[in-house]
T-cell receptor, first 114, second 115 residues
């Protein structure tokens, strides 16, 4: 089955700096890669996703890049703000007609230092 | 629109019992998916229902089952509870079928504790 590794597990960044979280996956059939943000005590929230036919996607301060050859994708947050502090999860869905499974990374706790 | 709601919010059970959790999706949403979140295993996908049919299923034993009603509300059942089933159970809804969607909204979760 699919295995998703996420690094780092914790990340502290000075406010205004950039943060990068990286995930690697094992199943070459994976073709959908969402990222979720979960603030303390709150529910996960989809913040951005990318499909395998695209190498990069950007939404304001958040961007995701995908390298299919190396089987890794990364979340980039620029100009970080205190409200970016949260746990971030990457995930993949491999193409599997009839049964698709969403596999999550182990999460990265991002702390923005004011 | 009201968000995704889950009941109950907290539940305490003992080993061997069974439990049923409920999820009401956002009005108009027909897909409901379920997830288990624990400190040790992180977030894990359980299954997804669309129009009363299970479409996708994760790697959980048969003790975990679910169903969806004609009004899109979904229930998840866990039989013969084990200590390791203690977790936050989240459901999420979306308008279309499948998991490749940019409109998946999570509920607040049900915190299950098995003693």
């Amino acid at each position: 089955g699919e295995n998703v590794e996420q690094h780092p597990s914790t990340l502290s960044v000075q406010e205004g700096d950039s943060a990068v979280i990286k995930c690697t996956y094992s199943d070459s059939a994976s073709n959908y890669f969402p990222w979720y943000k979960q603030e303390l005590g709150k529910r996960p929230q989809l913040i951005i996703d990318i499909r395998s036919n695209v190498g990069e996607k950007k939404d304001q301060r958040i961007a995701v890049t995908l390298n299919k050859t190396a089987k890794h994708f990364s979340l980039h947050i620029t100009e970080t703000q205190p409200e970016d502090s949260a746990v971030y999860f990457c995930a993949t869905i491999p193409f599997n007609f009839g049964n698709e499974k969403l596999t999550f990374g182990t999460g990265t706790r991002l702390t923005i230092i004011p | 629109k009201a968000g995704v709601t889950q009941t109950p919010r907290y539940l305490i059970k003992t080993r061997g019992q069974q439990v049923t959790l409920s999820c009401s999706p956002i009005s108009g949403h027909r897909s409901v998916s379920w997830y288990q979140q624990t400190p040790g295993q992180g977030l894990q996908f359980l299954f997804e229902y669309f129009s009363e049919t299970q479409r996708n299923k994760g790697n959980f034993p048969g003790r975990f089952s679910g169903r969806q009603f004609s009004n899109s509300r979904s229930e998840m059942n866990v039989s013969t509870l084990e200590l390791g089933d203690s977790a936050l159970y989240l459901c999420a809804s979306s308008s279309g079928p499948g998991l490749r969607t940019d409109t998946q909204y999570f509920g607040p979760g049900t915190r299950l504790t098995v003693l």
